[in-house]
T-cell receptor, first 114, second 115 residues
């Protein structure tokens, strides 16, 4: 059973446009939601993360929107650039004294065309 | 601060062999997690170690094992390799501090190919 569902699988956006990637989760115990960016041949890099006590978090051109009641969160990339072309993963985990296991979505391959 | 380092970066093995991968976390980080990344299954959690103790283990067969040393460095071992074990193996470290303690930082991975 996939606990974090990510869509779309692939996305093509023109330079300067807005890229939007959506994720939905099932486990209501999740309380930490990071997004990772991965370039070919590299490990995932932490991009931005949010906790459920806020509905939105912005860092530069990247914004996470969080809807606790719908159990959904999304990544918006404003003014998308060719250098943003990468695979993006959403993830979720549970805080506390236990394991920090991250449950990942399947990823979205973003292509930003000039 | 140096990031997470993993060695070796690439490895080719044959079926039935065993392999050991190494991970050095960010200095001061005491938690190390391992993930397997494949095109079909995506990123899947293998196990996490904190202060030399395994905290959690994912849904992988017993051929996959790991350990952590007193300096927080970690190794994972896969015995009796199968073709399906070909994957990118990623290590992530976390400080487990009071604030933002979930943040995990990944290394570049070890690309394992089983022939």
């Amino acid at each position: 059973q996939q606990q974090v569902k990510q869509s779309p699988q692939s996305l093509i956006v023109q330079k300067g446009g807005i890229s939007i990637i959506n994720c939905a989760y099932e486990n209501t115990a999740f309380d930490y939601f990071p997004w990772y960016q991965q370039f070919p041949g590299k490990g995932p890099a932490l991009l931005i993360a949010i906790r459920p006590d806020v509905s939105e978090k912005k860092e530069g051109r990247f914004t996470i929107s969080f809807n606790k009641s719908a159990k959904q969160f999304s990544l918006h990339i404003m003014d998308s650039q060719p250098g943003d072309s990468a695979t993006y993963f959403c993830a979720a985990s549970v805080s506390g004294a236990g394991s920090y296991q991250l449950t990942f979505g399947k990823g979205t391959k973003l292509s930003v065309i000039p | 601060k140096a990031g997470v380092t993993q060695t070796p970066r690439y490895l080719i093995k044959t079926r039935g062999q065993q392999v050991t991968l190494s991970c050095s976390p960010i200095s001061g980080h005491r938690s190390v997690s391992w993930y397997q990344q494949t095109p079909g299954q995506g990123l899947q959690f293998l196990f996490e170690y904190f202060s030399e103790t395994q905290r959690n283990k994912g849904n992988f067969p017993g051929r996959f094992s790991g350990r952590q040393f007193s300096n927080s460095r970690s190794e994972m071992n896969v015995s009796t390799l199968e073709l399906g074990d070909s994957a990118l193996y990623l290590c992530a470290s976390s400080s487990r501090g009071v604030l933002l303690d979930n943040e995990q930082f990944f290394g570049p991975g070890t690309r394992l190919t089983v022939l």
